[in-house]
């Protein structure tokens, strides 16, 4: 059977019967989408990848029980989506570090390659810092390529809200970021 070109819900009703074959396709389909959000949204690449691999063996524990009421990323994303929120809540637990730290270091560095590096981190910080739902759904739109539609369905919002919470967040992110610059 070619499993490259079945359908994410195609490959779910295989990995239901237990064929690794599937889950071997759509873990490669979606291994770095699922690792690149979860780092982005709780900013640590080992528990990004926790986050991922469990979500993974979540997927072949429940293929059985899964029902396509939406689009297989659509309830992937909410999975990741809520086990990254999980992580984020507990590492806030722990205490977070401030944007300073990272904009104080910038000042060492000469090279324009590692200065846009600088620039990059300076900005994932900052949107680590947002409200958790501002963050998802920038996250979600900006970074993952989520349609409006598809980002409202994991988020559990209506399209207008998702346009509220992106419009707050964007402003949000300036402003943290002004703040910062300025200092």
């Known amino acids: ?58 997927i072949w524990r429940s293929a059985g029980t899964w029902q396509p009421t939406a689009k297989f990323s659509t309830w992937f994303f909410t999975v990741l989506h809520n086990a990254s929120l999980n992580e984020i809540r507990k590492r806030k637990s722990h205490g977070e570090t401030e944007l300073e730290d990272i904009f104080a270091s910038s000042e060492a560095l000469q090279d324009e390659r590692l200065m846009v590096k600088q620039r990059s981190e300076l900005v994932q910080k900052a949107l680590g810092l947002l409200p958790e739902r501002q963050k998802s759904a920038l996250v979600l739109c900006y970074y993952e390529g989520l349609s409006q539609r598809e980002a409202a369905a994991v988020l559990n919002v209506t399209e207008g809200a998702l346009e509220s919470l992106l419009s707050r967040g964007r402003k949000t992110l300036e402003e943290r970021l002004t703040s910062v610059i300025k200092e």
């Open 1 to 58: 059977m070619d499993y490259e070109a079945l359908g994410d819900e195609e490959l779910m009703l295989c990995i239901a019967k237990k064929d690794d074959a599937a889950f071997r396709v759509l873990v490669d389909r979606y291994l770095d989408k699922a690792v690149s959000f979860c780092t982005r949204m709780v900013r640590a690449g080992d528990a990004a990848e926790d986050i991922a691999q469990d979500t993974f063996a979540k």
